[in-house]
């Protein structure tokens, strides 16, 4: 039998998807603090968790991020919130589902069996962790070419993509223009090194705090570029 954690601080919500998911088989516990409910889910064995976005102590996002820092087990967020911002911001944290106020709770139930199951497959599967470079606040997930910065995914062209992986896989290397040219664009530098400065100004603006002082990607005046660790 499943075992679920619900963290949420609205006892009549709590209440009405425990009974609907216990009718549907699942062991369900209910913690309405994010502080405690944090702790219960970093430190007990649960299989997936049920997590409210607004809560006292600490806010779901909190509790995502340090739950993605050490398990892979399923998350659902749920929230009053209907931002798109607040979505994003929650699935990039790591969030498996976000779910929006008020929802059916057999659509809740629907969703929680998708993911017990999809999980269940890919354990028994062995399939592999996907291949994730993180520096210093950045995070890039090559087998899904995802990038986040600071928690928020951020969208890429493939070729911006393709370069800032190319540069985060070679920290601390200075390399000429040429070379990006080359290994990026998989062609001989034919004079448009103007394209790849062109990228690298795109790239700091979705990846900088201030890009006239870069803390990423550096300029070697007369070298190229260096991705700074």
């Not at 919500?13 to 219960?40: C, H, N, T, W």
């Not at 997930?141 to 928020?152: H, I, L, M, P, Q």
């Amino acid at each position: 039998m499943s075992k679920l954690l619900i963290i949420e601080d609205e006892e009549s919500i709590a209440d009405l998807e425990k009974d609907y998911l216990e009718l549907s088989g699942f062991e369900v516990e209910i913690e309405p603090r994010g502080d405690i409910g944090m702790q219960r889910a970093l430190e007990e064995d649960f299989d997936l968790i049920i997590l409210d976005l607004m809560l006292p102590g600490v806010d779901g996002f909190e509790i995502c991020r340090n739950i993605r820092a050490k398990k892979d087990i399923p998350v659902i967020m749920v929230s009053a919130k209907k931002d798109d911002i607040d979505k994003i911001r929650g699935l990039g944290l790591g969030a498996d589902d976000y779910m929006t106020k008020p929802f059916s709770p057999s659509e809740l139930v629907a969703r929680v069996k998708a993911h017990l199951a999809r999980y269940e497959r890919l354990v028994g599967s062995g399939v592999q962790e996907n291949e994730v470079i993180e520096i210093r606040g950045i995070k890039i997930d090559k087998t899904a070419r995802r990038v986040w910065v600071n928690g928020e995914e951020k969208a890429f062209t493939s070729k911006e993509y393709d370069l800032l992986t190319f540069l985060a896989q070679n920290p601390n290397h200075v390399g000429a223009k040429e070379e990006r040219f080359s290994k990026i664009w998989d062609m001989e530098s034919i004079g448009d090194i103007a394209t790849v400065t062109v990228h690298i100004k795109k790239i700091r603006e979705k990846i900088e705090f201030n890009t006239a002082k870069p803390q990423y990607i550096e300029t070697i005046w007369g070298v190229g570029y260096r991705f700074k660790v």
